[in-house]
């Protein structure tokens, strides 16, 4: 079926998009009648060479995000993947000619459509007495054996308009532009492409199916199937295997790239990939390409070159030498230029060592003694029930939330086992519930960990003098007070501070002298599961499940269950 898209009308999809990238930037202007962009400050130009690239739209932010200071002049854009019309490209050609630049070179990539079309408009503007040349980029390395029709023009084009747009800034003529583009186009770039699936034309099916399983490698950016269907495997597997196609000599357009090499590399995202996952394919290309000896001069990660909303990516490596990372470190005006330190990414350190922790004042109390094995059991018990509870709590979870309540507390649970395994536990409340916080703000992740952390750091303070059970009672009124302080979760919010609130309502009677340790526990942990029960009759006020219709809700709320089934651990412990 059709895909869907936010679009106006399928007919005026590209002239929209562009009007839309020009109405944000002042530094472009519309050529009236044509769907042609160009800078602004055109008339500055005098005496220079001007660049003009494009192409079909729907490569956003190519070509016109690369129009600036220091990069292209204009760019002509065509229908979606639609090579532009020779009237928009003369016109374009005129308007710069008009402004008073001394020639201008066309930055056209390896596309039958865009070479005749570039090509048609280039002779006719030079039977008009205008100087005008012509470059084609074809930097695609996907072939093993090169036909007739040449190399692919892909993202490796982006760096010929940076190299190209430096030059012409620095009053470079067009001759030596022409003939240094060449230069770099043809020893130097090489990309390719691998992704998860097709994109569409708007107004169109999608271009190839593929299926849950499987990859392409080696497509083109115009959501034309690749040269290779593999099954789907990790991110570094796939980046080797592509880094290997496109370094390997026997293939007719690989990069010559050796150890010792210096080189800039491009991920660039195809339209629809996560940013979580280019930051992951960055960081196996940067590992894998060290571990060949390559050197990094240069990394550029984000969407340079797309294919509408295709999920994949496509490399980029460009030879480098010094005098040519200087044209790439030039700077630009471009809005979709990124802002790179003019620093190697090779050999520079990537941490910090971490501070270190504050010394503890050593446990009064002995650790292995009575009281540290009663703390041990404690903490078992609560993992075995937590670790019990995890699929009970992850349903309850689904009604409101995301469905993890029950993996996040196991999560904790299984992080106390590991502390436990290397020795005692402290016997010093204070120092033992400051272990834990720090445990679970580690290791517990999600709102659950740093609740539960927030409780026990608040907690600790009024232990650290007595343990008497008015300082535990007080240390339960802090850690509430705490939870409520950044939680922004009231009692009644239906939220796992329910719970903890009507045990601690309870507790307060151990601030009264003679008060007895199990019986008021005893009624803090019936309290607390009463109140666990009620939240099924609460609508939330706080927490994911606030923004959720209270009609959905019909079961209690899982974080206060967690809470109610800690506190019954620690009293049935205690008991026995």
């Known amino acids: 079926q059709t895909s869907k898209k936010l679009v106006n009308s399928v ?18 202007q519309l050529l009236q009648g044509h769907r042609v962009a160009l800078r602004s400050d055109l008339d500055s130009l005098k005496g220079r060479v001007a660049l003009l690239s494009g192409g079909g739209s729907g490569h956003e932010p190519a070509h016109a995000g690369f129009i600036g200071k220091g990069m292209l002049t204009g760019v002509i854009a065509g229908a979606v993947f639609t090579s532009p019309a020779v009237g928009s490209i003369l ?20 596309y039958t459509g865009d070479r005749l079309n570039f090509g048609l408009a280039r002779e006719q503007a030079r039977a008009e007495g205008i100087p005008v040349e012509m470059v084609v980029i074809g930097d695609d390395s996907a072939f093993t054996v090169l036909k007739k ?5 892909l993202c490796g084009t982006v760096l010929i308009h940076k190299v190209a747009g430096a030059l012409a800034e620095a009053g470079v003529g067009l001759e030596e532009i022409t003939k240094q583009v060449n230069m770099v186009a043809k020893c130097w770039p090489g990309s390719w492409g691998r992704d998860l699936s097709s994109c569409s034309v708007p107004g169109s099916k999608p271009t190839f199916e593929l299926s849950a399983d499987e990859v392409e490698l080696g497509l083109g950016i115009h959501g034309e199937a690749g040269v290779r269907r593999i099954k789907m495997a990790t991110a570094d597997e796939i980046v080797k295997l592509m ?16 150890p010792g090499s210096s080189v800039v590399m491009m991920v660039n995202n195809l339209g629809g990939l996560s940013f979580l996952e280019l930051g992951i394919i960055a960081d196996a290309t940067v590992r894998s390409l060290e571990g060949r000896g390559v050197k990094i001069a240069r990394a550029l990660v984000g969407t340079f070159m797309s294919a509408l909303e295709m999920p994949g990516i496509s490399l980029t490596l460009l030879l480098v030498d010094e005098p040519l990372l200087k044209l790439i470190d030039a700077e630009t005006t471009a809005a979709a230029w990124p802002n ?30 009575s009281a540290s094995k009663r703390m041990a059991l404690v903490l078992e018990r609560v993992c075995s029930t ?29 992080a106390i086992r590991e502390w436990l395994k290397e020795g005692p536990p402290p016997a010093s409340p204070a120092q033992l519930l400051s272990k834990l916080s720090v445990l679970l703000l580690e290791k517990m992740g999600g709102s659950s960990g740093a609740l539960y952390g927030l409780f026990l750091t608040a ?14 009672s007080a240390a339960m009124d802090a850690g509430l007070e705490a939870m409520q302080k950044y939680g922004k979760a009231a009692p009644g919010d239906r939220t796992m501070l329910d719970s903890l609130w009507a045990a601690g309502q309870e507790l307060q009677a151990w601030k009264s002298p003679g008060a007895d340790l199990l019986q008021v526990l005893t009624k803090a942990v019936k309290s607390a599961e009463a109140a666990a029960e009620a939240t099924k009759d609460m609508e939330a006020g706080a927490g994911r499940a606030s923004y959720i219709s209270s009609a959905r809700l019909e079961q209690p709320d899982p974080g206060a269950v967690a809470a109610a089934a800690i506190l019954r651990a620690i009293l049935e412990v205690l008991q026995s």
Do not use: F, Y
């Open 340 to 369: 790179v330190a003019a620093v190697s990414i090779t050999g520079r350190k990537r941490s910090r060592v971490a501070p270190a922790e504050p010394q503890e004042a050593p446990d009064s109390t002995a650790a292995g003694g």
């Open 386 to 414: 937590l670790l019990g509870l995890e699929e009970h709590l992850n349903a309850l979870d689904r009604a409101a939330g995301d469905g993890d309540c029950g993996t996040t507390h196991s999560r904790a649970a299984r």
């Open 91 to 110: 016109a374009a050609i005129r308007a710069v000619a008009q402004a008073g630049t001394v020639g201008t070179l066309l930055i056209v990539k390896n």
């Open 243 to 258: 880094l290997d196609h496109m370094t390997n000599t026997t293939n007719a357009s690989h990069v010559p790239v050796q």
């Open 149 to 153: 029709a040449g190399r692919r023009g």
């Open 11 to 28: 007919a005026g999809c590209a002239d929209d998009a562009l009007a839309g990238l020009v109405a944000c930037n002042p530094n472009l």
């Open 459 to 472: 907690a600790t303070q009024p232990l650290k003098a007595k343990t008497s059970l008015p300082a535990w």
